[in-house]
């Protein structure tokens, strides 16, 4: 019996063993790397730079498009940076520059391989880059985010590689500056003013009340405020409008109301740190990212005192 129990054990051991894959099957650093290698030549990508450090590979490709000549980021540091995601399958797209910014340390940055490629190969800040993180340096077997496990745009399926642009802000009210004025322009907006702290306004309806709006004040207003992407975070359109103590303003918004009276209607143009700064916000209708240029209208109704 116990021979008989043996060779049982014996011919299911061989036959598992013939069943198995060969050793030659790809682990998923090599299935990874086939995976890039595909999606390189697939979509006409050249200069890219595998990384070899250590006379190893992380399997991370990587093409710099600008140095940068800002300080080195460490681990430690504070960093912001703008960037555009593709999952290599092409169901997980983030495209959107006005809503794809991050603020925090750069030890704390996901995935894994994005945080190794701003940290060893970007480096600088003011630098760009384009990044094809390994799944396995990316959200590896589970993926990320909720949803479909086969079709949707909000979540990342498992096993994906993922093609990131990214650019490393090193002065940030530069940087705010620039997309504004990139805005204007591409918006055809004319006329506005630029303070000396970066705020641009423009009186689209002069005002016909006498009364100025100071620091004290307390106003009633309609508003729409707006990304620089077209999208509405809050607005009030009420025949009543909404009131607000001037200081209760965001900084940039509460320095633009003061060149207004009743009546004036204002456009305004409020860089981040004028804004919500890096800390961000909840609006009625959407969330204001970190870093956030805005778009505010107002129409003044009342003042006092």
């Not at 595909?38 to 140095?67: F, R």
């Not at 940055?109 to 003011?126: D, E, Q, R, S, W």
Request: charged share 10%; net charge neutral; glycine share 12%.
């Amino acid at each position: 019996m116990k021979l008989k129990l043996f060779t049982l054990l014996l011919l299911a051991a061989i036959g598992f063993v013939s069943c198995r894959k060969s050793g030659t099957d790809p682990d998923i650093k090599q299935y990874d790397q086939q995976q890039i290698q595909s999606y390189i030549a697939a979509n006409g990508i050249t200069g890219m730079q595998n990384d070899v450090a250590l006379g190893d590979t992380t399997g991370i490709y990587y093409k710099i498009t600008n140095q940068g000549t800002g300080p080195v980021a460490d681990y430690p540091d504070a960093i912001s940076f703008v960037y555009t995601l593709r999952s290599f399958d092409g169901k997980f797209v983030a495209a959107d520059t006005v809503l794809n910014h991050y603020y925090g340390y750069l030890g704390h940055v996901a995935p894994n391989g994005l945080m190794l490629g701003i940290h060893n190969f970007l480096k600088n800040k003011g630098g760009q880059m384009r990044i094809l993180i390994p799944s396995h340096l990316a959200y590896g077997v589970s993926g990320v985010g909720s949803g479909s496990k086969t079709i949707t745009s909000g979540r990342i399926a498992g096993n994906q590689c993922l093609d990131y642009t990214v650019e490393l802000i090193n002065n940030q009210s530069v940087y705010d500056d620039l997309v504004i004025n990139t805005y204007l322009a591409a918006n055809g907006l004319t006329g506005y003013t630029k303070t000396a702290d970066g705020l641009y306004y423009k009186i689209t309806t002069p005002g016909t009340g006498t009364d100025p709006i100071t620091y004290n004040s307390t106003v009633s207003c309609n508003y729409t405020g707006r990304l620089l992407n077209g999208t509405t975070f809050d607005s009030n359109s009420t025949t009543t409008g909404a009131s607000f103590d001037v200081p209760g303003l965001t900084p940039g918004a509460m320095e633009g109301i003061q060149h207004a009276t009743v009546g004036t209607t204002i456009s305004m143009l409020i860089p981040s740190a004028l804004g919500y700064g890096t800390a961000g916000a909840t609006g009625t209708t959407s969330t204001i990212p970190a870093n956030a240029c805005l778009r505010f209208e107002f129409t003044v109704l009342t003042v006092s005192p």
